[in-house]
């Protein structure tokens, strides 16, 4: 197959954004457009599809903005995925989620959301995608990467696994720091080293 592509996601790629979210398979992004955790009120809302297509255009919104809040995967310059990221604090549903609340107050960003259409599950575009994400963070400046994978008892929907499998974390070279709930643990990955302690000045003799 041919190699894949990580791009961010631009205005001129939002048609490319939208390809993957229409395609089979990917209803859930569909309904969220990525702003779930983005959001802080009730997801359930009334007004028939107005909330879908406000979240689209909430979405929308943001990439004219910037930065970009993810990236897309491409083979053969088709988009075939989607992985969103970005500082912790951008998501404000994470703070009031059991499983995903902060460790602890050191600045990290977050990966939230993988979308994968039907056909192309199983091809390695998650794996890309995360091995994308970790690299676009890191350039970004952050010294922490962390993710809320699912770590399920047999087998689940593909649909359900939006935050990826621990598995994939684990050979992506993440460690598990925390787990507030059964099957849901927190995993880092560190991108810059520690400062060295600096050592005290050598005292001058008299």
Known sequence: ?????????????????????????????????????????????????????????????????????GLIAYRGGKPVGWVTLGPREDFKRLARSRAMKAVDEKPVWSIVCFVVPSEFRGQGVATALLEGAVAWAKKQGAAIIEAYPKEPEGKVADDSLWFGRKSMYDKAGFTEVARHTPGRPVMRKALRKAAAPRKPAARRSP
């Open 1 to 69: 197959m041919p190699a894949l592509a990580i791009r961010p996601l631009t205005p001129e790629r939002w048609p490319d954004l939208e390809a993957v979210f229409m395609a089979r398979g990917c209803s859930v992004a569909r309904g969220c457009w990525c702003m779930f955790y983005r959001e802080t009120g009730s997801f359930i809302l009334p007004g028939g599809k107005q909330p879908v297509l406000a979240r689209k255009q909430s979405l929308h919104d943001l990439v004219a903005q910037g930065p970009p809040p």
